[in-house]
């Protein structure tokens, strides 16, 4: 999986581990892009889409309608509000130490959503 550049990106951030949510949101986010990645984190999910020559405005609509984080949207909409349109959309993924070396802080593990299987057959 490649990372969208930050200029193109709309991402969701799901505070959920519930895995219906995150086909709802992916099929939704489908419908908005055809290149959508999603990572797992330790609170949920990220689910990152690849829309070209977005405008802020249309970043934040996308993602009200697909149910990011209320405290992420609020941020971005006080900082377009302000002016800071090129300040939305940022997810930390990484933090450096003191030694200077970098590490994550989301703990994000690319996920395909599609391949676990919906059910699972047991014999009892």
């Known amino acids: 999986m490649v990372r ?36 797992e984190t330790k609170k949920g999910y990220h689910v990152l889409m690849d829309i070209p020559d977005r405008t802020p405005e249309l970043n934040l609509h996308i993602r009200r309608m697909l149910y990011d984080d209320p405290m992420r949207l609020w941020l971005d909409e006080f900082r377009l509000s302000l002016g800071l349109g090129d300040y939305i959309e940022v997810l930390f993924m990484e933090k450096r130490i003191i030694d200077g070396k970098k590490i994550t802080i989301s703990g994000e593990i690319p996920l395909d ?12």
């Open 4 to 39: 969208i550049s930050r200029q193109n990106r709309v991402s969701i951030d799901l505070d959920t581990k519930n895995y219906f949510t995150l086909l709802k949101t992916y099929y939704n986010a489908k419908r908005f892009s055809d290149y959508v990645d999603v990572y």
């Open 113 to 124: 959503p599609l391949a676990p299987p919906f059910w699972e057959v047991r014999n009892h």
